[in-house]
């Protein structure tokens, strides 16, 4: 369904052009209304704040609706410039194989796609893609393909304060995760998944439900780990985390060990 709606919305450059203007004016609209709810602010975790919601639950269920708030102000931002680039002549990408015209140049953000990614290679490839193209690029490929290297210099890129720092290093962690799931879990579930067309994983019922958890595991770890992305200041970056006890962190360190300790599943020989 996707796939025909993309192609329906970028047959013809003026409709593919208000596409964008309508989906960021909705975007603007639910930033709007959220932030005048007092989502916007709540980055804050106060000692007064954090004293009446000591529950882990309402703290996470504040923070995944604040992070998606947050995100609304880039997707309006990000989809308004894309409208305006196609309807300057910067947005046609070709013919796809139908003979239909494409207008995908200028997106720099796969909204759909980054909301239901299932791993954090995915995420990234579908949030800002133009700097992670260039980072991958001339950075990741150069480095010997070196995560650790890649998320500094992007941290850096977005400025010198420690909440970058808190939340760019800590992503290659989950990648690791991630990785290794790939060669020990994903054999045993989905044996068929190419680690890209989402068909490949969702032809069973257990890769149906695995991809489920991958996608809700995922949303529930970024959203602990980039709150500190818009907290600026050592102090309130490591407040945000403190108030959960770190638990992710320590989740991430013990299946990390149980992965690394996992023996690789036997490969059937035909």
């Known amino acids: 369904i996707m796939d025909k709606l993309g192609r329906f919305f970028n047959s013809n450059l003026y409709l593919a052009a208000t596409h ?3 989906i960021s004016l909705i975007c603007m ?6 932030s005048a709810a007092g989502w916007e602010s709540y980055f804050s975790y106060d000692k007064v704040w ?6 882990y639950l309402y703290r996470y269920y504040h923070i995944f609706v604040t992070m998606a708030s947050h995100r609304f102000k880039y997707y309006f931002i990000w989809k308004i410039a894309e409208g305006a680039c196609i309807l300057s002549g910067q947005g046609f990408s070709g013919y796809d194989k139908d003979g239909n015209s494409w207008y995908r140049a200028a997106e720099n953000m796969d909204i759909w796609g980054f909301e239901i990614s299932s791993s954090v290679s995915i995420l ?3 949030w800002n893609k133009g700097t992670q193209g260039w980072l991958e690029r001339y950075s990741y490929t150069r480095l010997n393909r070196n995560l650790m290297a890649v998320y500094l210099i992007s941290a850096i890129w977005h400025g010198v304060y420690p909440g970058f720092m808190l939340c760019f290093m800590s992503i290659p962690i989950l990648t690791e995760i991630e990785r290794l799931m790939r060669v020990k879990i994903n054999p045993l579930i989905a044996p068929a998944f190419d680690g890209r067309n989402i068909d490949t994983l969702t ?3 257990a890769g149906c439900i695995y991809w489920h958890i991958c996608i809700w595991g995922l949303k529930v ?3 602990y780990l980039t709150q500190t992305f818009s907290m600026g200041f050592f102090e309130n970056a490591w407040t945000a985390w403190q108030s959960y006890d770190h638990i992710p ?3 991430w360190a013990f299946v990390w060990i149980v992965l690394k300790l996992m023996p690789k599943p036997r490969v059937k020989k035909d």
């Open 221 to 223: 770890n970024m959203n």
């Open 50 to 55: 954090l004293a009446e919601h000591p529950s």
């Open 249 to 251: 962190h320590y989740t």
């Open 203 to 205: 032809s069973t019922w």
């Open 124 to 126: 990234s490839r579908c």
């Open 20 to 22: 964008r203007l309508v």
């Open 29 to 34: 609209a639910a930033f709007s209304t959220m």
